[in-house]
């Protein structure tokens, strides 16, 4: 069966400092891999999603990004966070989009 | 860019009540989806419509999509405590990129006992 790991589940980050969140798919391949942010009362934002290796596609402008090293490897990253890249980031996966994506647990960033 | 609005987007309701949330959108969709999201964790596919005016049931919850496809409602009967959650509709763009979804802001739901 597939699965989906997303890590870590919380992180608290001094603004300026780097960013890296990371997501894993398992028993499948060349799945499309999403990143999304939720903030309160905004619902959820896409950020990046990926249709294959080398292959992202960038949503919203931002200081964030992403990469896809290996069929089931998609990471987020930033240099410098701000506090406005404080959210609840998750990362989802599907084969086909019509039958919906799968999301990781998420992680909580709080940037101070 | 195609917007989805949910509304209510708060609910609180005693246990035993039914409720209906919506969609909807000034866009058609090739697809919608519903998602049920718990505190602190990801949100859970409830169900996927694809064609106008199909209704679908999942034990209490009633799902119906919209004859143009630009809107779609959740209908929940005898609403439990267990429930309560985030419910989020998600549409797939017809235009380019169809690849992803598009999600409401959702409607936070809690069902008192």
């Known amino acids: ?112 | 860019t195609q917007l989805l609005e949910q509304s209510p987007q708060f609910l609180s309701i005693q246990e035993g009540e039914n409720l209906t949330v919506y969609c909807n959108s000034s866009s058609v969709f090739s697809s919608l989806q519903w998602y049920r999201q718990e505190p602190g964790e990801g949100p859970v596919l409830l169900v996927t419509v694809v064609t106008g005016g199909e209704v679908k049931k999942l034990k209490r919850l009633t799902f119906q999509f919209g004859d143009a496809r630009k809107d779609s409602s959740l209908h929940i009967t005898a609403a439990q405590p267990g429930d309560t959650g985030l419910y989020l509709c998600a549409g797939r763009s017809t235009q380019g990129g169809s690849e992803k979804l598009v999600f409401g802001k959702g409607t936070k739901l809690t069902v008192n006992p």
């Open chain 1, 1 to 112: 069966s597939q699965t989906i790991h997303q890590w870590p589940a919380t992180l608290v980050q001094p603004v300026g400092s780097p960013l890296s969140l990371e997501c894993t798919v398992e028993g499948t391949s060349n799945p499309n891999l999403y990143w999304y942010r939720q903030a309160a009362g905004r619902g959820l934002q896409l950020l990046f999603y990926s249709i294959g290796i080398d292959q992202i596609s960038s949503e919203v402008p931002q200081n964030l990004s992403a990469s896809r090293p290996q069929d089931r490897q998609f990471i987020l990253s930033s240099k410098k966070l701000l506090l406005s890249d404080s959210g609840f980031y998750l990362c989802a996966w599907t084969a086909d989009i019509l039958y919906g994506y799968t999301f990781g647990s998420g992680t909580r960033l709080t940037v101070v």
